[in-house]
């Protein structure tokens, strides 16, 4: 199973790529797809994507899907 995963703004040079492939066994989730690639639990405030539609941390990923990260956003 593999997952496509993109990052944006300061998580792309947090991370030190775009994108990336992931081998998904194992993994159930957005959160478990961020531990996998940055080895950390995500903050609570990033925003997630899954196929280009928002979506929380918990929601469930499966072969084939694009998982993009986002930092919080903040304005005012």
Do not use: C, Q
Request: no cysteine; net charge negative.
């Amino acid at each position: 199973m593999t997952i496509n995963v993109r990052f944006f703004a300061s998580l792309r040079e947090r991370i030190g790529h775009a994108t990336l492939s992931v081998e998904a066994d194992g993994i159930a989730s957005a959160r478990d797809v961020w531990k996998a690639v940055s080895g950390e639990s995500p903050d609570e405030e990033m925003l997630v994507a899954i196929n280009k539609e928002y979506a929380g941390l918990d929601r469930a990923v499966a072969d084939g899907d694009e998982v993009a990260f986002f930092p919080p956003v903040t304005g005012g």
